[in-house]
């Protein structure tokens, strides 16, 4: 993995926040919850947020509140996370679903809060992860959303053929003797099939770890790759198993992240340090 020079604002980030629970070149992670966090940046620092909240469906890691709750806590980071975004850079939000009293029972926490940030809405991506929970009376999960907020619609960063899907059924196929696709591959469209990360004998993906909300290398590289540029500097408020972290050094960028649990970011530490110690280049996106 190549070595970046470490930026000046991550000794500023320091000098503002204090000691990290973990750092490492290009990495900082802190053991605090995010609004204490980014209530001490003064200033938009961040180039780009990649981040999944706990739903508030019970999960080890989170305490249910009311859905009200919720909504009025969702408003407050997503508006801190845009305080502290730069002019030009963007935020990624993964949401599922929760049920709502007397409204619904898998209801997407995307349409509850959508609005509730100073950002501007550019577009909902679907993931699609092929395997999930089964059901009997109701039509089996196998989606969630991804919110794409930018900060100025006239101007952010938008790297179209550092992700592109090579995997085209006529690469050849001409109009009027021009190659109608682009020899890099298509655009992948806003739904995107990338497989979950799986538990279990036999069936374990192999970038497992204990963490029960793992995303996949692959869904973070591609908005990685996306949406920021070398030497950026991402954040992640929630940062769990680590993953937004690995993809950002492995993609030459550097990152911040923040849990309160820190069994989770033990997890996340041990796969950055693995990374750095295999000296290992970036994934090549498929």
Request: aromatic share 12%; with cysteine; hydrophobic share 35%.
């Amino acid at each position: 993995m190549p070595r970046l020079k470490q930026p000046t604002k991550i000794k500023q980030l320091k000098e503002i926040v204090g000691k990290p629970y973990f750092e490492s070149q290009n990495v900082l992670l802190y053991k605090m919850d995010c609004l204490e966090f980014m209530k001490k940046i003064d200033r938009p620092i961040f180039d780009l947020t990649i981040t999944s909240p706990p739903y508030n469906i019970g999960k080890e890691y989170e305490r249910k509140i009311e859905v009200k709750q919720y909504v009025d806590w969702s408003n407050m980071w997503t508006n801190k996370v845009y305080d502290i975004t730069k002019k030009n850079g963007a935020f990624w939000l993964n949401l599922g679903y929760f049920s709502v009293p007397e409204k619904g029972i898998a209801v997407p926490i995307p349409y509850l809060i959508w609005n509730e940030t100073k950002f501007y809405f550019l577009q909902e991506i679907i993931w699609y992860y092929e395997a999930g929970m089964s059901a009997s009376k109701k039509f089996a999960p196998r989606n969630e959303k991804f919110l794409w907020y930018i900060k100025n619609p006239k101007k952010y960063v938008f790297n179209l053929n550092s992700v592109r899907d090579k995997n085209v059924k006529y690469p050849n196929q001409k109009k009027n003797g021009i190659l109608k696709v682009n020899p890099n591959g298509k655009n992948p469209t806003d739904v995107w099939a990338i497989p979950k990360i799986t538990s279990g004998n036999g069936r374990s993906s192999k970038e497992r770890t204990s963490h029960p909300a793992q995303f996949p290398i692959k869904v973070i590289d591609r908005i990685v790759r996306a949406c920021s540029k070398t030497n950026n500097f991402i954040f992640d408020p929630f940062v769990g198993s680590g993953t937004v972290a690995v993809s950002a050094l492995q993609n030459n960028r550097c990152v911040v992240g923040c849990d309160i649990k820190s069994k989770y970011l033990k997890i996340a530490i041990k796969r950055i340090e693995e990374l750095k110690n295999n000296h290992k280049s970036p994934n090549t996106f498929n």
